[in-house]
């Protein structure tokens, strides 16, 4: 599944620490959701659609 979350959150200019912080996990974790390396949650996945601002299937695209 890829993913926007690395444009979205570089245009609200909000660091990969500070999303890490707002959906609590380590930064390391959302680093390789950004990079397709690890699929979220759904828990999780919500939560950064929420700190970003954005609904959850604008974040993500299923291939």
Known sequence: MKN????????LGIT???LAQEC???RQT???IENDKYD?????A?????TLNVKV???FIYE
């Not at 979350?5 to 245009?11: A, C, G, T």
């Not at 919500?46 to 929420?50: D, E, L, Q, T």
Request: glycine share 0%; net charge positive.
């Open 4 to 11: 926007k979350i690395k444009e979205i959150r570089k245009k």
């Open 16 to 18: 990969q620490e500070r």
């Open 24 to 26: 609590s996990v380590a």
């Open 30 to 32: 959302i680093n390789c």
């Open 40 to 44: 979220p949650t759904l828990e999780l």
């Open 46 to 50: 919500f939560k950064i659609s929420k």
């Open 57 to 59: 299937d604008e974040l």
